[in-house]
Nanobody, 126 residues
Framework: QVQLVESGGGLVQTGGSLRLSCAAS????????MAWFRQAPGKEREYAAA????????YYPDSVKGRFTISRDNAKNMVYLQMNSLKPEDAAVYYC???????????????????WGQGTQVTVSS
């Protein structure tokens, strides 16, 4: 079965950095677009970054553009999220997701992704 396992979350001070990792198994990784979503308490799940199958197309909401970088390694079935200049409003549970259509990001809404990890907590202290 498909498994997505996130790691790398933790507590960081405002302005600090974290790198999240997601290990994928049970799927032909290069056939899937990948994304990171996040969900803070009382808020809807929102996308933080998305990437197409070969990494040439990436997508970010304005709230993280210039601070977050998504990347993937198809040889290792891994996707990463480098988060810099973290702010308190970035605090959330971050989820790795696999989906799209033949590796192309067709939607950045949660419904555009079929498989999800369990999430990793990111806490940003002010």
């Amino acid at each position: 079965q498909v498994q997505l396992v996130e790691s790398g979350g933790g507590l960081v001070q405002t302005g600090g950095s974290l790198r999240l990792s997601c290990a994928a198994s049970g799927l032909t990784f290069r056939n899937y677009a990948m994304a990171w979503f996040r969900q803070a308490p009382g808020k809807e799940r929102e996308y933080a970054a998305a990437i197409g199958w070969n990494g040439t197309r990436t997508y970010y909401p304005d709230s993280v553009k210039g601070r977050f970088t998504i990347s993937r390694d198809n040889a290792k079935n891994m996707v990463y999220l480098q988060m810099n200049s973290l702010k308190p409003e970035d605090a959330a549970v971050y989820y790795c997701a696999a989906g799209g259509n033949n590796g192309v990001v067709t939607s950045v809404r949660p419904r555009g992704f079929a498989y999800w990890g369990q999430g990793t907590q990111v806490t940003v202290s002010s």
